[in-house]
């Protein structure tokens, strides 16, 4: 199989080759062109071109139809009749030029006959600065040498070296960027006073030159081969006392160091002498990562630099922090007594920090008591709590690494939006470029206190809920009123900016919004909801999403318009500042159908319509459907009471519910002392039958009832059976509440005991039947005690009484006066009569059968 294949490749390659052979045999097989003196001429010389026919080789019929034809490249130089051709070329430029021969015959195409190549160059310049070195004891000779002009031919260098003991090397560089060779021998290190020389010579067709012989000794041309094994350790884990330390060749006398942090673009350059492999750096950095290199020299005088070695990286070791954080807080009010600190601090620079900050240490304390109340440690970059409002309070932050900490920065909690005289005026902001932002602003108006200096902070306003906004912040001094702020600043994002004045300990503070790109928004406010109150319309509408903000929005438009109508709509324009989600109207009328959409402006112009609302106010037409309804009832009702039957009934059913709405417990006198007491008596003595005298007295002297004595000669005296408050009176002269048909009804005797007497005057029991009616009411002596609310006790055995005839019920009563309260009667309703002077109890004493004054 692999014979085969070897005879088809060499078969392809006799193919190839023949095929080219035939092919520059078929150019020039109808002539030939000749160039003369040569084909290679120096630069500014002149070439005879010569080209003609070979017999039977041109064109059909007469040899004068022949024409032959001389180009340079595209370009026809001469032209001439005949077998023959002959010009002569001048000014040929550097480099290769071609020269071809073509015959025109009439009626047909030109035929190639043959052509020329024609090189022009230049003489090669003397070779200068030869400069031959050897890397370490065991590399090999390299000279390079500079060329000069280039020749724009074909030119060998060829570098020869001769040195002691007969040694003579030689060694050929061809082409025309040929400047470096090696020779390919090492130098002995025995001969390191001996004599070496140098010669390079450059020739080509058109002439040589050689270079002037260089001569240099072993130690010369030797370089110490690049130090390896670096590595640095550091004494007590300490960045002040470091050391260095490689491994190079045993010659080596001088030694070059170099070294740079690693963020760093410029180099420290040492140079140590007879350094044995070892040097002492003593003003590294802590916590810093460097970058190092050593290079070797075998002599101080003479001989070149070795390579650098291959760069070392290590990172020196921590130190304690110094500097102090800058420190900056945001306070809000919960409430009135409280409120919440949210502290922000700025990391410390690398070289304040000195190493990897491993937490923050943060201590709140009291101004007046100086003693820290919560000491707490985080490793975020803020820190929120909630303090007393009633107290001023200091707060103090430090940054903590392995080695110690750093310079605690305190600053004591006021409130920022303190003095009002102490606030920046007209603060405005404007963009500045793609991702930055100029603030400007007027000093306070305020005179006393000198500004300290200034504090810009902003942050975002649409930051992620649950989350602790950032905030960013610079400080400026008192004598400027602009900032030019640029951290963190993102495109259609917007910004609340607040800046600061600081005077002493006291602060005030103006707010701002910015952005520091915008442009319409993508999609307009959606209304949730609709609500009515008192008249008024109370939209309400979500939020924009943040995604769909393109900037500080500042402000809202409400627009509403009647239902499938062509009119324009009317609008309503809401600050930003005023409401972000809800605002109220008055303008709509009831009972008309409403469409409202609403849009959001942005500096940039006017969002699209957000979704539309369809509204029908109802308003006050609820006052006018219950109206008529509540005057046809309120007619029928006067219409029905203005009858006497109907008014009667409800007036006696009113004063029945009465009774059971005051369910008051009565306390019952037949416990008292003096029911006791006249128990006794009653045994021991009889009372007479016209007086009933009884001698027990309250502890207190009772308040005086005031009866009105009332005198009615024409009627007799009459109780209404219906209600027990109402004053009974019996006797000559003293008449109750009576009827019209009161003079019909008959007579009608019945004894009853004294006890009685409490049940007409003061008992709330259940109303008596018309059937049988109270009995006149029984007189005591002036002597008995009323109760506290004028009651008389309903557990008396018996009483000597005169009863007055009683006549019969009626079927139907009309009383006088009726009382239309439903609500209970703290005291017994004195007796009233129509007449004469107010009678008082103690000039009252009653009897069995009458009053008696």
């Known amino acids: 199989m692999a014979h085969p294949a070897r005879a088809c490749a060499l078969a392809f390659v006799c193919t190839v080759t023949c095929l080219s052979i035939k092919g ?84 047909s195409e030109e035929t190639r006959i043959c052509g020329a190549e024609i090189f022009v160059g230049v003489v090669p310049e003397q070779p200068q600065n030869i400069s031959c070195t050897q890397n370490g004891e065991r590399g090999t000779v390299v000279c390079s040498w500079n060329q000069g002009r280039d020749t724009h031919l074909y030119t060998i260098y060829l570098l020869q070296l001769e040195g002691p003991k007969n040694l003579t090397l030689q060694k050929e560089c061809k082409g025309h960027y040929c400047n470096k060779s090696d020779l390919g021998i090492s130098l002995p290190p025995e001969s390191i006073e001996s004599n070496y020389t140098a010669k390079v010579t450059a020739s080509n067709k058109l002439g040589r030159s050689s270079s002037f012989p260089s001569t240099f000794t072993f130690l010369e041309i030797v370089r110490p081969l690049p130090p390896w094994d670096i590595r640095i350790t550091f004494a007590n884990t300490s960045v002040r006392r470091c050391t260095l330390h490689w491994r190079d060749d045993g010659m080596v006398t001088l030694n070059r160091l170099k070294y740079r942090p690693t963020n760093s673009g410029s180099w420290t350059l040492v140079n140590a002498t007879s350094a044995k492999g070892r040097h002492d ?87 007046a008591g100086g003693k820290a109340t919560l000491q707490n440690t ?73 500004v300290q200096e200034y504090v810009v902070a902003w942050r975002d306003l649409h930051s992620a809920r649950g989350t602790q906004p950032h905030l960013d912040w610079l400080r400026s001094p008192a004598y400027n009123t602009s900032a030019l702020i640029s951290e963190n600043i993102k495109h259609y994002i917007c910004y609340e900016i607040r800046v600061c004045a600081l005077s002493g300990d006291q602060t005030g503070c103006s707010f701002v919004r910015g952005d520091s790109k915008h442009k319409a928004l993508r999609s307009g406010p959606h209304i949730n909801g609709i609500t009515e109150q008192k008249g008024m319309v109370l939209i309400s509408w979500n939020r924009i999403p943040v995604k769909e903000q393109m900037g500080c929005i500042w ?77 046809c009832l309120a007619v029928i009702l006067v219409g029905v009471f203005s009858m006497r039957y109907i008014r009667q009934k409800v007036f006696v059913l009113l004063m029945t519910l009465r009774q059971h709405w005051n369910s008051k417990g009565i306390p019952d006198p037949a416990n008292s002392s003096w029911a006791k007491k006249y128990l006794i008596s009653e045994e021991k003595m009889q009372l007479p039958s016209d ?34 408050n109402w004053p009974v009176q019996s006797g000559p002269g003293v008449q109750g509440p009576y009827t019209a048909e009161e003079d019909l009804a008959p007579p009608r005797a019945e ?56 006549p019969e019920p009626l079927e139907e009563l009309e009383p006088q006066h009726i009382s239309l309260s439903i609500f209970p009667s703290s005291s017994l309703h004195p007796l009233s009569f129509s007449c004469g002077e107010k009678l008082t109890l103690d000039r009252l004493k009653m009897g069995c059968g009458s009053l008696m004054l």
């Open 751 to 806: 004894t009853r005991q004294p006890g009685d007497l409490y049940k007409v005057l003061g008992g709330r029991g259940p109303v008596t039947d018309l059937g049988n009616p109270v009995s006149p009411l029984t007189v005591l002596p002036v002597d008995y005690p009323p109760t506290q609310e004028g009651y008389l006790p309903s557990n008396i055995g018996y009483l000597p009484s005169h009863e007055a005839p009683v």
């Open 691 to 724: 007086r009933l005298l009884i001698a027990g007295h309250s502890p207190e002297e009772p308040e005086t009832l005031v009866i009105n004595e009332v005198i009615h000669q024409e009627a007799p005296a009459f109780t209404h059976p219906h209600h027990p």
């Open 24 to 107: 520059e045999i078929d150019v020039c097989k109808k002539g030939g062109v000749t160039v003369k003196p040569s084909h290679v001429i120096s630069l500014g010389s002149a070439v005879n071109i010569s080209c003609s026919l070979k017999p039977k080789q041109g064109c059909a019929g007469s040899s004068r139809s022949n024409r032959l034809i001389l180009y340079k490249f595209n370009r026809t130089v001469h032209v001439q009749p005949g077998p023959s051709l002959s010009a002569q070329v001048s000014g040929l430029p550097l480099g290769t030029t071609m020269f071809r021969c073509n015959l025109a015959c009439s009626g």
């Open 555 to 631: 402000s809202y438009r409400i627009y509403w318009k009647k239902q499938d109508s062509d009119s324009q709509p009317q609008l309503c324009e809401i600050p930003y500042e005023v409401s972000q989600n809800s605002h109220a109207i008055n303008s709509l009328q009831p009972r008309v159908a409403y469409v409202l959409w609403m849009t959001a402006l942005t500096a940039a112009g006017e969002s699209p319509r957000g979704s539309e609302w369809e509204l029908n106010l109802q308003g006050k037409t609820h006052w006018n459907v219950f109206l008529a309804p509540s005057i």
């Open 281 to 367: 750096l003593l003003d590294l950095k802590p916590y810093t990562e460097y970058e190092f290199q050593i290079s070797s020299k075998f002599h101080l005088q003479t001989g070149s630099w070795g390579d650098w070695s291959e760069a070392l990286r290590a990172q020196t070791p921590e130190e304690e922090p110094i500097g102090m954080l800058d420190v900056w807080y945001v306070n809000e009010h919960i409430g009135h007594e409280r409120q919440q600190i949210s502290l922000f601090w700025k990391n410390l620079s690398v070289s304040e920090a000195r190493g990897k900050i491993l937490h923050y240490q943060v201590t709140l304390q009291e101004v």
């Open 378 to 450: 985080t490793k975020q970059n803020s820190w929120t709590w909630v303090i007393p409002r009633t107290e001023r309070w200091a707060m103090t932050v430090s940054a903590v690494n392995s080695k110690g900490s750093s310079l605690p920065t305190r600053i004591n909690i006021t409130n920022l939006c303190g003095p009002e005289l102490l606030a920046p005026r007209r603060v405005s902001v404007h963009s500045e470029g793609e991702n930055s932002m100029v603030v400007t602003w007027e000093s306070p108006q305020s005179t006393g206190a000198a």
